[in-house]
């Protein structure tokens, strides 16, 4: 494919904001291998523009405004990463540019606002697109040693130490509305001659550079750092002078266009998603089966546009989850025991397992009244409180002054951290020794129990898989042991909106919010009879089988695609 057809008419190739990003470093790309703009031959080619360039470097070396620097080793065929077009030159980074280092003060001398005798000084978090000058820290001007030292005009900031993925971020300098400096994490780079300066920072910019500064990054634990050392030596792209200004005005005209669709994407993806909750509330609220019918005859029909993004597919499944406490995912059988004796039996188990001191006698819960029902119920359901249906127990943390083993025992400790997915993760389990756990013994989770996650991360549910049976439970979950209830059932209402949005309306919201035991036993629950849950499980399986499966065709259509997207304008 042509890569004026690409560039006249790029809207074809993007769908997504990912694509905007690679469409952009495309651009970018082209423009320092020069095929961005076409070569004029009349234009004064690069090397002279160079030689221009290293006389006003020897100029002020010889007048004393710049350090002598050692010569850069000229540049060898076999260096070149790619050829460049007739007029451009391979040049070393340090021939064309200087490096100012910013500068360094103690913490204490940092403050948050002006001050007599202080200054703006940048940080690398001021390194954004442009120079961002909000959130500034201010020193006092002693610590400026130099008027190098001094943000000017058309300079372009650099993060010489950051994380790798942001390490060489860079930002011209278009305007400097107040003196300022920059510390010693970042630095300025200007240049000796006639370069334009836009076109620099574009280059800089580009795929190729970035990749450069990041790989030859000496990397720390979390800190990759830029050093002159590798930076100047860097082979950069100069084309002629003239050219630079052809190449800034058509990136900056592809670049304004890019960002028109990018926000045309944003808008119809807001659309799509506000007509797909449109269609799924319509479903939630049906008043009756004729209207139910209608809404679903109205997502089949519009099946591929309403749902086309793993965004909408988990938005349907919270609706399946919906129609599900609501009595409208599967037909009420008249056969069925109604759930008021099935609730009678549990209370009745309950108080078993009470008087064999089995579970711990709870205080009688308050039953929903009439004026508290949040909506109707089909026949054969009932409200009732959580605690009427599960026991709720808590988790214990460490007793004071304990730590957990150095090796694997027989008790494992679950934290929350463990749980994810539904389930338990085992790839970076912790244990607890005989003498903590004969402490905190009572304090386990069973294989037919549900977890609930209550600090932290709150209301998360999962089962307990077999090996985790008899295992320890941190203080910030607990366990719910359900009585008479299908489990599975359980834990698909539990994951409910209804469900859900009652748990967070419940949780203290202190400096560490917490979901308290009792206000989860108060939880509203619509309880189905057993048999019509069984019916709902197996639905709702069945149906998150299909929303799983349309997932992946998205992901993997995406993934494909992506992949399409990102080698056709990696060959432009």
């Not at 278009?174 to 300066?197: C, E, K, L």
Request: glycine share 6%.
């Amino acid at each position: 494919m042509a890569q004026s057809m690409i560039l006249a008419e790029f809207e074809k190739l993007v769908r997504t904001p990912a694509d905007v990003a690679r469409l952009n470093e495309a651009i970018l790309e082209l423009a320092v291998r020069g095929r961005l703009v076409a070569q004029d031959p009349s234009d004064e080619p690069a090397s002279a523009l160079l030689a221009r360039i290293r006389a006003e470097k020897t100029r002020l070396e010889e007048a004393g405004e710049i350090r002598k620097a050692k010569p850069l080793a000229k540049v060898k065929a076999e260096e070149m990463p790619f050829a460049l077009p007739d007029g451009w030159v391979w040049c070393r980074f340090g021939n064309i540019c200087i490096v100012e280092r910013g500068i360094t003060f103690p913490a204490s001398a940092k403050e948050t606002l002006p001050f007599d005798g202080g200054i703006v000084c940048l940080r690398t978090t001021n390194v954004q697109a442009e120079v961002d000058w909000s959130d500034l820290l201010y020193i006092s001007e002693e610590y400026v040693k130099s008027d190098a030292k001094i943000l000017r005009v058309d300079d372009i900031l650099i993060s010489m130490a950051n994380s790798y993925a942001l390490v060489g971020k860079v930002a011209l300098v278009n305007s400097v509305p107040f003196p300022a400096t920059f510390g010693g994490f970042i630095a300025a780079i200007r240049r000796y001659g006639d370069i334009h300066p836009r076109f620099l920072y574009l280059a800089l910019t580009s795929p190729y550079i970035q990749a450069v500064f990041r790989e030859s990054s000496s990397q720390t634990t979390n800190i990759a750092n830029i050093s002159l050392r590798t930076m100047y030596p860097m082979l950069f792209p100069l084309p002629p002078l003239a050219e630079q200004q052809r190449i800034v005005e058509r990136v900056e005209s592809l670049l304004a266009a890019t960002a028109a669709l990018k926000g045309s994407l944003a808008t119809a993806q807001a659309e799509g998603e506000t007509l797909t909750a449109a269609a799924l509330h319509r479903l939630e609220s049906a008043a009756d089966p004729a209207q139910s019918a209608a809404a679903w005859a109205l997502i089949r029909e519009n099946f591929v546009a309403l749902i086309d993004t793993p965004q909408s597919v988990a938005a349907l499944k919270q609706t399946i989850l919906q129609l599900a406490v609501q009595g409208k995912l599967v037909p009420q059988e008249a056969t069925d025991e109604p759930a008021s004796a099935l609730l009678a039996r549990i209370r009745a188990e309950k108080e078993r397992l009470e008087e064999a001191g089995e579970i711990r006698k709870s205080k009688p819960l308050a039953k929903v009244n009439a004026e508290e029902m949040p909506f109707a119920l089909p026949d054969g359901w009932v409200w009732a409180r959580l605690g009427e249906i599960v026991t709720v127990r808590g988790g214990k943390r460490l007793p004071k002054g304990y730590t957990f083993a150095s090796q694997p025992t027989d008790h494992i400790y679950i934290r929350v951290t463990d749980m994810k997915d539904g389930s338990i993760d085992d790839g970076a389990l912790q244990y607890i020794d005989e003498e903590v756990y004969n402490a905190i013994e009572r304090y386990t989770i069973e294989k037919s129990d549900l977890y609930i996650t209550i600090a932290g991360t709150i209301g998360q549910i999962g089962e307990v898989p077999e090996r985790f049976h008899g295992m320890n439970l941190t203080e910030n979950a607990a366990k719910l042991s359900p009585h008479l209830v299908d489990r599975k059932f359980l834990k698909q209402f539990l994951n409910s909106p209804f469900i859900q949005m009652q748990f967070d309306a419940k949780v203290n919201k202190m400096a560490q919010p917490k979901l308290a035991l009792i206000r989860i036993q108060t939880t509203y629950f619509p309880v189905p009879p057993l048999a019509e849950q069984q019916r709902i499980v197996a639905r709702v399986e069945a149906l998150f089988a299909l929303c799983d499966g349309l997932a992946a065709g998205l992901e993997e259509g995406e993934g494909v695609r992506g992949r399409w997207v990102a080698a056709v304008l990696a060959g432009v």
